[in-house]
Antibody, heavy 124, light 105 residues
Framework: QVQLVQSGAELKKPGASVRLSCEAS????????LHWVRQAPGQRLECMGW????????RYSEKFQARVTITRDTSANLVYMELSSLTSEDTALYYC?????????????????WGQGTLVAVSS | DIQMTQSPSNLSASVGDRVTITCRAS??????LAWYQQKPGQAPNLLIY???YLQSGVPSRFSGSGSGTEFTLTITSLQPDDFATYYC????????FGQGTKVEI
């Protein structure tokens, strides 16, 4: 079955960076786009960006463009999300989520499978 | 950015009730809209995509309708397992979510 397994919780100090991972299994890795979506306490879900594993192409939210980098390792079916210059406002649950595509190219934009989430806490 | 607004934000209902949640977009998103259900401590779960297409495995008591800027999610006969928070999400322009509707007893 499809599984997206995320790395464990992180505690970071303000100004630091965090790198999260998402390991995909149970499907053809290159056939789906992987997104990162975060959910801060009391806030709505927020899409940070995504990567097409087949091409390596990425797209980021304008809000996070300067601070986020999403990469992939196709040999290990892994996707990474690095967020820099952390502040307390980055304290949130971070999800990776899979979006179907048309022929591995056109991102259909909705999320049919999600990881379990990774809690990132930013505190001095 | 396209802003998504759901109403109501909270909804009290009983088992067997018909429940309708509305989602409005700040500009047209065509039919590029999805609905998710999220229970405490769990990731969201896709219910509906392309405004009205039922995701595989989702009970038929869930349905979606609408286009452009106004959409609805309907649960025809609320079951105990349906008490959760529901989110709409547009994917016409980047991606954005509504603030959520909590359905509780």
């Amino acid at each position: 079955q499809v599984q997206l397994v995320q790395s464990g919780a992180e505690l970071k100090k303000p100004g630091a960076s965090v790198r999260l991972s998402c390991e995909a299994s149970g499907y053809t890795f290159n056939a789906y786009v992987l997104h990162w979506v975060r959910q801060a306490p009391g806030q709505r879900l927020e899409c940070m960006g995504w990567i097409n594993p087949a091409s390596g192409k990425t797209r980021y939210s304008e809000k996070f463009q300067a601070r986020v980098t999403i990469t992939r390792d196709t040999s290990a079916n892994l996707v990474y999300m690095e967020l820099s210059s952390l502040t307390s406002e980055d304290t949130a649950l971070y999800y990776c989520a899979r979006a179907p595509t048309i022929s591995g190219v056109v991102n259909l934009g909705y999320f049919d499978n999600w990881g379990q989430g990774t809690l990132v806490a930013v505190s001095s | 950015d396209i802003q998504m607004t759901q109403s109501p934000s909270n909804l009290s209902a009983s088992v067997g009730d018909r429940v309708t949640i509305t989602c409005r977009a700040s500009e047209s998103v065509g039919k590029w809209l999805a609905w998710y259900q999220q229970k405490p401590g769990q990731a969201p779960n896709l219910l509906i995509y392309k405004a009205s297409y039922l995701q595989s495995g989702v009970p038929s008591r869930f349905s979606g309708s609408g286009s452009g800027t106004e959409f609805t999610l309907t649960i025809t006969s609320l079951q105990p397992d349906d008490f959760a928070t529901y989110y709409c999400q547009q994917y016409e322009s980047f991606r954005s979510f509504g603030q959520g509707t909590k359905v509780e007893i």
